[in-house]
Nanobody, 121 residues
Framework: QVQLVESGGGLVQAGGSLRLSCAAS????????MGWYRQAPGKQRELVAS???????NYADSVKGRFTISRDNAKNTVYLQMNSLKPEDTAVYYCNVKGLRRSPVDFLDAWGQGTLVTVSS
């Protein structure tokens, strides 16, 4: 009973910005990492950005310098600030949380429902 609720997707023109949010709730013992993945039509799902509980970040080369991932550990929420958006950023974006469940104690690997980001040229 861990739930991830995503928000913030939508339609934006090239060069614009969006901020995605993902809030995790439920039986969570510890979150090791949170991240954002995306999948465009005809392409494999790829990691966009991730952040550990200690604050270490990782970005896909295609978004470095444009996207910023952050989190609020107290709220179990991760954000993705997307600036200078390009049409090739168009995809469904999925939130992911990895860690440990509280009851029962086992591995947690949860996914959000996905939010569509469309960037027009």
């Amino acid at each position: 009973q861990v739930q991830l609720v995503e928000s913030g997707g939508g339609l934006v023109q090239a060069g614009g910005s969006l901020r995605l949010s993902c809030a995790a709730s439920g039986s969570i013992f510890r979150i090791n990492a949170m991240g954002w993945y995306r999948q465009a039509p005809g392409k494999q799902r790829e990691l966009v950005a991730s952040i550990t509980s200690g604050g270490s970040t990782n970005y896909a080369d295609s978004v470095k310098g444009r996207f910023t991932i952050s989190r609020d550990n107290a709220k179990n929420t991760v954000y993705l600030q997307m600036n200078s958006l390009k049409p090739e950023d168009t995809a469904v974006y999925y939130c992911n949380v990895k860690g440990l469940r509280r009851s029962p104690v086992d591995f947690l690997d949860a996914w959000g429902q996905g939010t569509l980001v469309t960037v027009s040229s």
